[in-house]
């Protein structure tokens, strides 16, 4: 009986962090959709709207200007696995870790980024360590950018064993050059279950 609860509670868990991936990939699809609209209407306020932002723009630079291209950027972020699997087949629901991570743009939409991060000080220094392309779609004048990636990695504690990975978050700007992010993935080891990892922090761009 305890083993049955034990699988249902996982796979209700491993459920939960599918919806959540959705629910952010749809973020990004939301943004892209936003990105691509061109208004029709209000031609003659669109025109001056722009004449005026334009001249704005020449001596203080625009939220366009946040998400550029050739941008290197640097992260530091608190991480959360969930239903990460030991060597034994044992899981945990949940643990804390800390990481830091750094991303080159080569234009506004496209670029990649590697990360590592580490859960405890009594096993290995890095726990996992990965790289990934990343597609990024900020919203149109806005300090708001989705972005989606997708890459592969090494994990160092728990069990030895490569992964890919999957997943989408959300980024914000609150000035050109630092802001906030948060993003979920789905990463699908070589030799245990598949797991989720969240991550939330500071981005800086120079």
């Given at each position: 009986?305890e ?7 996982e ?13 952010a ?7 892209t ?31 366009y ?6 941008e290197?950027?640097?992260?530091a ?5 969930v239903d990460?699997q030991s060597?034994n087949g044992s899981r ?13 743009f ?10 590592a ?5 009594s ?5 996992s360590?990965?790289a ?12 708001f950018?989705?972005y989606a990636?997708?890459?592969?990695g ?5 069990v ?13 700007r ?8 948060g ?24």
């Amino acid at each position: 009986m305890e083993m049955l609860v034990t699988n249902k509670n996982e796979r209700i868990s491993m459920k939960t962090l599918q919806f959540y991936l959705a629910v952010a990939i749809g973020s990004v699809l939301v943004g892209t959709s936003a990105r691509g609209q061109d208004p029709s209407n209000n031609t003659a306020t669109s025109n001056s709207t722009s004449t005026t932002s334009t001249m704005s723009n020449s001596s203080s630079g625009s939220l366009y200007d946040i998400y550029a291209a050739n941008e290197f950027s640097a992260d530091a972020f608190s991480s959360l696995s969930v239903d990460k699997q030991s060597a034994n087949g044992s899981r945990r629901g949940g643990r804390l870790g800390l990481g830091i991570g750094g991303n080159y743009f080569f234009n506004r939409y496209f670029g990649v980024g590697a990360d590592a991060y580490s859960e405890n000080v009594s096993g290995p220094f890095i726990d996992s360590m990965s790289a990934s392309a990343i597609g990024r779609f900020p919203i149109n004048d806005t300090p708001f950018a989705p972005y989606a990636f997708a890459g592969l990695g090494h994990q160092f504690d728990l069990v030895q064993q490569t992964f890919g990975q999957i997943g989408a978050g959300l980024e914000y700007r609150m000035t050109e050059h630092m802001g906030f992010f948060g993003d979920i993935r789905v990463v699908i080891p070589d030799k245990t279950d598949s797991y989720g990892l969240f991550r939330a922090g500071f981005r800086w761009r120079f």
